[in-house]
């Protein structure tokens, strides 16, 4: 068991901390009794959710924000440099990346860390979750709420720590997996990279900074670059060709049942999950347990992952289900609207994209997935922290879906005007799922708010 009091700092400050992974580090140093505040924008759920457990907040980035008391300032990617980090600077105040502090704590476990462009987040959940059925201790750190354990963190003496890489800023590098496991790999976080090239050459190096590799040979990037990996590896996959072969699916609203085969393995496997994507994700575990010799436990009572797929509201009335999903890539949304057009006749879409930058160098596998959703939404783009891109924004996207043959496509300048065309639409018995990473997901809170 390892001994977690190893961290020096009586205080630290998040920049950032409503942010789902700057808020994770923030309550992993709070449960080691560190006092923890920090700053954000706006208030949210998240941020309202740290106040309760005792965090102090400013709602400001001013450099009275950090305290005399502090000794380390921790920061999200977002924010290059303001009046908190002039401020730490110019006191001599230890100044880290979020992505830095965590390997600072991740790197002293045994550590299991999930790279990829998509299934990250469902496949670090699903880890946390059959590690804590397998052992009393369980440390983890995830880019989502975990419903089963009501937060996206948690630290204890356990052998293994379980983390949501983070491909996005580099800051994946700092981490010294024992296994790591990759998904996929698609173009994306080319502001940062700069082309695909230097991204998949990043990815390279994290696979060789890892003991272990477990990675997904469905993806054609990724397989192409597996070559280049000087660890130990064995791939998982629909294809024949896989280690690991997923060999059967079968979908249905509420389980997911399917087969993995190899040589020594052949067992069936079921998650309360929807989506061949899903069973990617699920064989992906399925192999990491079997590499570390766990029996993998009983999944049936996984709840899931918060903004995944989640369902909000359910109108029993109008027999309407209100779903939300952090989908914001082309490959994650046509995925997700695949399975689910699968499954719904009566389905309608709210898109929002997020940054201008993934909109501008995906303009096209946007509006090709977009297309194919009979009743869509498109709602005013959610910027992040970045400057307009002209020719890249949800307006430019909803003219280019004109040219297309929906049953319904609007454009919402703003979500009240998004509530308004759903509530013109809604008849009953349908499934209305909002997608993408920004606020999207406010629209379907009214309508629980409001008992619809």
Known sequence: MLNIDFLPYKHIFFIGIGGIGVSALARICKQKGIKVSGSDSTKSELTSELEKEGIKIYYSHKKENIENTVDLVVKTSAVKENEETIEAKKRGIELLSRGAFLAIIANKYRLIAIAGSHGKTTTSSLTAFGMSKTSDLISFNIGGILPNFKTNSFISDSEFFITESDESDGSFLYLKPEIAVITNLDPEHLDYYGSFEKLKEAVIQFANSSKFVIWGYDSQNLKEI????????????????????????????????????????????????????????????????????????????????????????????????????????????????????????????????????????????????????????????????????????????????????????????????AIENLKNILEGGEKVVSIGAGNVNQILYHFKEINF
């Open 226 to 417: 597996s070559k280049y990996f000087k660890s130990p590896n064995i791939s998982f996959g629909f294809d024949k060709n896989s280690d690991f072969v997923i060999e059967k699916t079968e979908n249905s609203p509420l389980k997911l049942n399917f087969k993995l085969n190899s040589e020594n393995i052949n067992k069936t496997v079921s998650f309360p999950l929807i989506g061949d994507y899903n069973a990617l994700n699920g064989g992906a575990v399925a192999l990491l347990f079997s590499v570390l010799n766990i029996n993998l436990p009983d999944f049936s009572d996984f709840l899931g992952v918060k903004r995944r797929m989640e369902r909000v509201y359910y109108s029993k009335t109008k027999n309407i289900s209100f779903y939300d999903d952090y989908a914001h890539h082309p490959k994650e949304i046509d995925a997700l609207v695949s399975t689910l057009l699968s499954f719904s006749e009566k389905l309608i879409i709210i898109f929002q994209p997020h940054r201008y930058t993934r909109t501008r160098d995906s303009f096209n596998d946007f509006t090709n997935v977009l297309s194919k959703i009979p009743n869509l939404i498109v709602l005013k783009e959610y910027g992040a922290s970045e400057e307009i891109i002209q020719g890249a924004t949800a307006k430019d996207i909803f003219n280019t879906l004109l040219k297309e043959n929906h049953n319904y496509l609007r454009f919402a300048e703003s979500k009240l005007e």
